[in-house]
């Protein structure tokens, strides 16, 4: 059996296609979006985050697993930012479908900060620290991603005093006075399950990364 056909060795591939994607889909969202100041506040995380990756993977690269996910909320985040997260057509169609009150693309948003970065937490913590194995490794993700969702909140509060009306399409709060606890919930809960769902798929990617990069030493 030849290296690249070891089910242990991870498709380097891979991460060249996310990236790809991601160059392509953000240069779509940018094309006449509702709010171009909204997009940019949506969107610097990958205007900053792609790059940040990029420059730093020959010296850490990612599992394909992060990758992807990495991608996937890029794709989510480009959407919210391309249309403003309270009226994204398909989150419309999901409120008319099933009689909410409100545009839930914005939770769905929020949930997805918790679930990716639980997985970048994990990541990180599992090869640059002593916790890869630990019982804390799980409850300090969760705790990590948390954090993460209650600074990006404050930071939506200082776009709101700064902007003041301005920023009501970046801070999509739907009128919901509770939008700011609900978005750390879905943080959470995103976090929880990400920890829940994917910590088993992580081991065997970070074990088959490990692979690679002895192989390629």
Known sequence: MTALAHPAVPDRRLPALFAALVVVALAVSAWGPKDRTTWFLETVWVLVGLPLVVFAWRRFPLTNLLCGLLA???LVLM???HWTYAE???GDWVRDTFGLDRNPYDRFGHLMQG???AVLVRELLCRTSPLRGSRWLAPLTVCACLAFSAVFEMLEWLAAVVGGQAADAFLATQGDVWDTQWD???ALIGATLSVLLLSRVHDRALAGLADAERRTA
Do not use: E, R, S
């Open 115 to 117: 679930f990716v970065p």
């Open 72 to 74: 996937a909320h890029a």
């Open 88 to 90: 994204v057509p398909a």
């Open 79 to 81: 959407v919210g930012g």
């Open 184 to 186: 750390m919930f879905c």
